[in-house]
Antibody, heavy 117, light 109 residues
Framework: EVQVVESGGALIKPGGSLRLSCAAS????????MNWVRQAPGKGLEWVGR??????????DYAAAVKGRVTISRDDSENKLYLQMNSLKTEDTAVYYC????????WGQGTLLTVSS | SYVLTQPPSVSVAPGKTATITCEGD??????VHWYRQKPGQAPVLVIY???DRPSGVPERFSGSTSGNTATLTISSVAAGDEADYYC????????????FGSGTKVSVL
């Protein structure tokens, strides 16, 4: 059974930083492209970024709204995905989901990041 | 940037067919994926690569693309199909990235 579990959400002041984590099991993690998707309260889904598998080049892509402020990384030895977010803005407030594959096959339940003074 | 347009809402009677559209420039040239999201839950993949169904998704769910429109069709709609539905593509343009439609709320009358 595939399990995806996000963690690290918190209440952060504007301008602050935070790292979200995602642990995945039941898949060959090192072979899988991974993504972060977010959903602001009452709003639709918004793609944040992705990281290719090492065999796929390990490259990263980011949405324009977060580019330059976020870094996605992975630790294949721990089957973990990370989202480092800096210079946080109130509009970054959202539930952040970790998803697998190019077509977002498996999702976690999300972790809530609130950016507020 | 690439934009995907969905109707905000679709209403359908039980047992009838719900049709949810997703419009995008030359979307027929993209790989379209669809997700269902019930209140308070994470999204679930229901269609990938235009018309493939993941394991466990009923045959009542089908997808198609033509011209500038992708379509998710849900036949024999039941109360449990009430949810928000999102289309998504990876667009390789000047600013490549994944794009979601704005979402369609399906209400079962």
């Amino acid at each position: 059974e595939v399990q995806v579990v996000e963690s690290g959400g918190a209440l952060i002041k504007p301008g602050g930083s935070l790292r979200l984590s995602c642990a995945a099991s039941g898949i060959s993690f090192s072979d899988v492209l991974m993504n972060w998707v977010r959903q602001a309260p009452g709003k639709g889904l918004e793609w944040v970024g992705r990281i290719e598998s090492k065999t796929g080049g390990g490259t990263t892509d980011y949405a324009a709204a977060v580019k330059g402020r976020v870094t996605i990384s992975r630790d294949d030895s721990e089957n973990k995905l990370y989202l480092q977010m800096n210079s946080l803005k109130t509009e970054d407030t959202a539930v952040y989901y970790c998803t697998t594959h190019r077509y977002f096959q498996f999702w976690g339940q999300g972790t809530l990041l609130t950016v507020s003074s | 940037s690439y934009v995907l347009t969905q109707p905000p809402s679709v209403s359908v009677a039980p047992g009838k067919t719900a049709t949810i559209t997703c419009e995008g420039d030359n979307i027929r040239n993209e790989d379209v994926h669809w997700y269902r999201q019930k209140p308070g839950q994470a999204p679930v993949l229901v269609i990938y690569y235009d018309d493939d169904r993941p394991s466990g998704v009923p045959e009542r769910f089908s997808g198609s693309t033509s011209g500038n429109t992708a379509t998710l069709t849900i036949s024999s709609v039941a109360a449990g199909d009430e949810a928000d539905y999102y289309c998504q593509v990876w667009h390789s343009g000047d600013h490549p990235g994944n794009v979601f439609g704005s979402g369609t709320k399906v209400s079962v009358l």
